[in-house]
């Protein structure tokens, strides 16, 4: 079974903070997704990445970045958190072509 | 235009009714189609694949219709625990897959 795990269900931070969100897939699979979930705005694409040491923006990149140096780990950063960054966080990683196969999320509240 | 729309519903109906959710998209170059589910307080699973020739998984039928750009999801015999939001996936040429915001469906005893 493909397995996708993330760092921690629930976190909470204060404006302000740098916060790590750490995803890593054990499939050996090429991509590597970060998303968040918003109520009413679906899942919203931050960042992916196709290979180790790439990435690229998503629909949503400002105030995030990412780092990917190994295959399977993908970690998101927000810099200096702020309140409208109290999300779900669903990192998913997929083959080269295929489905997208997701982590339980992480839901971060910014204080 | 948005890339992927969905009625979000949400489609309330009794046990063992047949209810069919559509989806479209605006990207005449996507390529490949899926439906995900998504149960409350939890991450999406992929339900099924969408092929151009239709197909069916039990009491599930999805079909795509190219000329029309629209997506369609059946399933009949509704049970409980059909209960969850379906999830429009569309695979783009240059994007990764793009996500519809969900059609809620509550089955009802």
């Known amino acids: 079974d493909v397995k996708v795990t993330q760092s921690s269900r629930y976190l909470v931070k204060r404006t302000g903070e740098k916060v790590f969100l750490e995803c890593v897939q054990d499939m050996d699979h090429e991509n590597m997704f970060w998303y968040r979930q918003d109520p009413g705005l679906g899942l919203r694409l931050i960042y992916f990445?196709?290979?180790?040491?790439?990435?690229e923006k998503g629909d949503i990149p400002e105030g995030y970045s990412v780092s990917r140096e190994k295959k399977e780990r993908f970690s998101l950063i927000l810099e200096s958190a702020s309140t409208n960054q109290t999300s779900m966080y669903l990192c998913?990683?997929?083959?080269?072509?295929?489905?997208?196969?997701f982590g339980p999320g992480t839901r971060l509240t910014v204080l | 235009r948005k890339e992927v729309e969905q009625d979000p519903g949400p489609f309330n109906v009794p046990e063992g009714a047949t209810v069919a959710f559509n989806c479209t998209y605006s990207n005449s170059a996507s390529q490949s189609f899926f439906w995900y589910r998504q149960d409350c307080r939890k991450e999406p699973k992929l339900l099924m694949s969408v092929y151009s020739s239709g197909n069916e998984d039990g009491r599930f039928t999805a079909q795509l219709n190219r000329a029309s750009q629209y997506i369609s999801l059946l399933i009949r015999d509704s049970k409980l625990s059909d209960s969850a939001t379906y999830l429009c996936?569309?695979?783009?040429?240059?994007?990764?897959?793009?996500f519809g915001k969900g059609t809620r469906l509550s089955v009802i005893a």
């Open positions: 996936v569309v695979n783009t040429p240059i994007t990764p897959l793009v």
């Open positions: 990445s196709y290979d180790v040491k790439m990435k």
């Open positions: 998913a990683s997929s083959p080269i072509e295929g489905e997208q196969f």
